[in-house]
Nanobody, 119 residues
Framework: QVQLVESGGGLVQPGGSLRFSCAAS????????MGWYRQAPGKQRELVAG???????NYADSVMGRFTISRDNAKNAVYLQMNSLKSADTAIYYC?????????????WGQGTQVTVSS
């Protein structure tokens, strides 16, 4: 079985920074795409940023230039550095990894972590 565990998040003032980490553990052969999603109250879950196994990253327009996604394949981990945070960034953030395990490719999610941007 594969498990993703997130860390980071919390309460921050507008303009502040936070860093998320997400590490996968278990029987893992390979991880394809890794990403971060978020869901604000009353809204659908949306992609924030993703990074391919080759290191190619993509971002939602709303976070471009403020957030940076990175990955450490040796640790099966993905990170999200969030700078210049705005109140609109308030949401529950989830990591997502496409994991090859036991000859199957499956999509695994972290437990979700609240980010609140408020003065």
């Amino acid at each position: 079985q594969v498990q993703l565990v997130e860390s980071g998040g919390g309460l921050v003032q507008p303009g502040g920074s936070l860093r998320f980490s997400c590490a996968a553990s278990g029987s893992i052969s390979r991880i394809n795409t890794m990403g971060w999603y978020r869901q604000a109250p009353g809204k659908q879950r949306e992609l924030v940023a993703g990074v391919s196994s080759g290191g190619i990253s993509n971002y939602a327009d709303s976070v471009m230039g403020r957030f940076t996604i990175s990955r450490d394949n040796a640790k099966n981990a993905v990170y999200l550095q969030m700078n210049s945070l705005k109140s609109a960034d308030t949401a529950i953030y989830y990591c997502d990894e496409d994991v090859w395990s036991s000859l199957r490719l499956r999509d695994y999610w972290g437990q979700g972590t609240q980010v609140t941007v408020s003065s």
